[in-house]
C-alpha cells in the first residue's frame, strides 16, 4: 500500500511507449530472487535476448528428446537399428563413426554413447552458447520444462519395454517424439501410455 501511495505522488511526467516498456522489461532479470549458485550459473545469459534465450532452450529440449530416443539404440548391445542409424547420419553426421571408437573403451553393457551423443550435441549445435559461457543457463531453463521431465520418464518407459522385448521395432524419431505428447503416469498404475 505504501508503494502505491508513493507512486500516486510522484507520477512519471510521461508512460513510455509499450514498444520502450517491453525492450526495457526485456532486460530484466530474475538474478536478485535466486541463490548465489544459480545466481551465478545464470549470470551470462542475463546478456542475451530473452527470445534468442528462449529459442535455444526449445532447440536443447528438441535436441534432448532426440538423443533420448536414440539412447537405447545406442546403450544395447545389439547392432543399432537401421531407422536410428540413418536419422544419426542425417541429423548428426560423423557421430556414428566417433562413437564406434569410443565405444571400444566402454565396459560391455555399459556404453556411454548417449552422454556422447549430448556432448556432440552440446558442441555443434550449441557453440555460441558454449563460448559465451550461457550454454549451463540454458540447461536450467530446460530442467524446469514439462516436456524434459515427460521426455525422460517416456524413455524409462519405453526402454523398459524395449528390454523386456514387449517392443521389437523401433520407431521413427517423429512417432516416439509424438508419443511422449501422450504419455501420462497414472498415480495407481505406474506409468502409462495414454
Not at 521431465?149 to 517392443?167: C, E, M, Q
Not at 521413427?172 to 497414472?186: G, N, T
Request: net charge positive; charged share 30%.
Amino acid at each position: 500500500m505504501k508503494y502505491v501511495k508513493r507512486c500516486k505522488r510522484k507520477e512519471p511526467s510521461s508512460y513510455p511507449s509499450f514498444e520502450e516498456w517491453q525492450r526495457s522489461a526485456l532486460k530484466c532479470s530474475e538474478l536478485p530472487v535466486v541463490t548465489p549458485q544459480i545466481r551465478k550459473l545464470l549470470r551470462p545469459s542475463s546478456h542475451i535476448a530473452t527470445k534468442r534465450l528462449s529459442q535455444a532452450v526449445e532447440r536443447y529440449l528438441e535436441w534432448y528428446v532426440f538423443a533420448c530416443w536414440a539412447r537405447t539404440a545406442l546403450e544395447d548391445d545389439r547392432e543399432i537399428p537401421e531407422v536410428v542409424q540413418e536419422e544419426l547420419k542425417e541429423r548428426c553426421p560423423g557421430f556414428l563413426e566417433y562413437d564406434s571408437v569410443a565405444r571400444k573403451t566402454d565396459a560391455v553393457g555399459y556404453y556411454k554413447s548417449w552422454s556422447r551423443l549430448l556432448s556432440w550435441i552440446k558442441r555443434r549445435f550449441f557453440r555460441d552458447a558454449v563460448r559465451g559461457q550461457w550454454f549451463e543457463a540454458i540447461i536450467h531453463y530446460a530442467e524446469m520444462h514439462p516436456r524434459k521431465g515427460r521426455t525422460f520418464d517416456y524413455w524409462v518407459h519405453w526402454d523398459d519395454k524395449w528390454a523386456k522385448g514387449d517392443v521389437t521395432v523401433y520407431p521413427c524419431f517423429e512417432d516416439w517424439s509424438r508419443a511422449i505428447d501422450h504419455f501420462v503416469i497414472s498415480e495407481h498404475e505406474g506409468l502409462n501410455d495414454a
